[in-house]
Each structure stands twice: as structure tokens, then as C-alpha cells.
């Protein structure tokens, strides 16, 4: 039988340890002389992942995509072996809103602008190569072109810069279909993907408030192109679509889909 002093004790070695191992891909816990080593030692890849502050429902904590942008990042860098993931951004192309006040957002041009300067850093640090990622649907196009410009300016000097966007556009697309292939109701923004995801990765900390997952039904969801139709009734609560049905267990399909999608494309692109 173990003490509550003795239980206690092995609690916080086990922290420490899940810390010291996470410190071995991220950035901003690790020392100057632990991110030398690791360049030195082959991880010469930095990967810039971009998440986003933004209203998410009843349901979802503001910082969701940020969160998840996170967690996505670590499992990115240690399944490709050679990669640190950078500070996750926390801010995306987006506007606040009083009538749904969570949101704060940047303007294309400085997001795009404040990328380009974190992958310029992150080269002058010693990386060889830098990936640009993002959680939000807003900034891809920044995000494609500031890798497009930076990949011309460094390319002679051996360094690359990508984009990696099938993280988002392809896996997200993937999912949706997966989900209304298995008879889902359509959801997008703060819906299921967002929902379930948030309960596998951070149900047990906080990020969705799961008492209200119930009645997580908002506007009526659009596909890519589609118009609102006018006469549709309007919740306005930040979600559009049925989140309803938002599980864990879905949430780790749609985690290991992005992942997967990641480091596939990145071996692609960095051969």
C-alpha cells in the first residue's frame, strides 16, 4: 500500500519525466545548450505551427486551435525524428466580434509578415529547414506564400522552407468525409471535429465545458461554396452545425489523421 506522501512523490517524478521527454521537441522547454545538441545531433528541422484565439461555441474554450495546434506539433516532431517544434502562434487572420466576444485576430499582412520573421529566426538559430503549418482555415494562403518566398530567398544556401498544408486542408477534408460516410451530421466550425478533438486531447483539463456538449447544435452548417440560405433559422452561438455527437473517441481519429497527413506530406517535401 502507498502513502499519500509516497503517491504524491511518484506523481510529481512521473510529471517531471513526461516534461524532461516533451523537452526533447519543444522549443520553448528546452535550454540554448539542449536546441544546440539537437541540431548538432541531426534535428535540423523547425516546424511553425500556427493556432488561432478564437470563439468556439458554448461549449469550447477560446484557445482551442492553439491547444490543439500544440499537441499536434509535439506528435509531429517525434514521429519525425529530426524536427523541434517552435512556440505555437496563438493568434490567426480574424476580426473580434462583440456579439460573440472571444476572438482576437490579426490582419493577413502582419500574420504573414510575423511568420516570416519566425522562420528567418529560426534559420539564423542553425535550422536547415522550416515548416509552416496552420490550425485555422484563415492564413493558408499566407502561410503558402510567405514558404514561397522564403524557400527562393534560402534555397542557394541549401535551407528550405514548405509549406505543410495537408495537416489541415486534406485531413479535415478526409474526416468530413469519414464522418458523413458513417451517417454524422454535417458540422464545421466549433462541430465535431473541433468538439471531439478538444475532448481527447484536453477533456480531462478543461477545454470543453462537456456538461453543455448536449445542446452544442448552432446555425445550420454551409459546404465549401455554398450560400446561406436566408430563410434558415439563425442560432448565432459560434457553431455551425451539429456538435452534438462530439466524442473522444472521434477526436483521436481526427488527431492521428492530421498527424499522419503531416508527416507524410513533410517526407514528400523534404525528401
Known amino acids: 500500500m502507498l502513502f499519500p506522501m509516497q503517491r504524491f512523490t511518484i506523481s510529481i517524478a512521473l510529471l517531471a519525466l513526461s516534461t524532461y ?12 545548450p539542449e536546441v544546440k545538441k539537437a541540431i548538432e545531433s541531426g534535428k535540423t528541422t523547425a516546424l511553425i505551427y500556427n493556432g488561432g484565439t478564437e470563439h468556439r461555441g458554448p461549449q469550447n474554450v477560446n484557445g482551442g486551435h492553439t491547444l490543439m495546434a500544440h499537441a499536434t506539433v509535439i506528435a ?15 493568434f490567426s487572420p480574424n476580426n473580434a466580434s462583440p456579439a460573440l466576444p472571444g476572438t482576437i485576430g490579426l490582419t493577413p499582412p502582419l500574420f504573414a509578415a510575423m511568420n516570416e520573421q519566425i522562420a528567418e529566426q529560426m534559420i539564423k538559430n542553425g535550422f536547415k529547414n522550416v515548416v ?32 505543410c498544408d495537408e495537416v489541415y486542408k486534406k485531413a479535415n477534408g478526409d474526416f468530413d ?21 478538444m475532448l481527447y486531447l484536453g477533456g480531462d483539463k478543461g477545454w470543453v465545458r462537456k456538461e453543455l456538449i448536449a445542446t452544442a447544435l448552432g ?53
Open 21 to 32: 521527454a516533451q523537452s526533447k521537441v519543444d522549443f520553448e522547454m528546452m535550454t540554448w
Open 76 to 90: 509531429i516532431a517525434e514521429k519525425l525524428g529530426n524536427a523541434i517544434a517552435a512556440p505555437v502562434l496563438p
Open 132 to 163: 509552416l503549418m496552420g490550425d485555422h482555415g484563415g492564413g493558408q494562403t499566407e502561410l503558402g506564400e510567405v514558404a514561397k518566398k522564403l524557400d527562393e530567398k534560402y534555397s542557394s544556401q541549401g535551407i528550405r522552407v514548405v509549406f
Open 177 to 197: 468525409k469519414w464522418l458523413e460516410a458513417n451517417h454524422y451530421p454535417l458540422s464545421s466550425h466549433a462541430g465535431i471535429p473541433d468538439t471531439s478533438e
Open 219 to 271: 446555425d445550420p452548417p454551409r459546404k465549401p461554396g455554398e450560400t446561406r440560405d436566408p430563410n434558415a433559422k439563425r442560432i448565432n452561438n459560434g457553431i455551425q452545425g451539429d456538435a452534438r455527437p462530439s466524442t473522444p473517441e472521434l477526436g483521436k481519429r481526427i488527431f492521428d489523421m492530421k498527424v499522419a497527413e503531416a508527416v507524410d506530406q513533410i517526407h514528400r517535401l523534404l525528401p
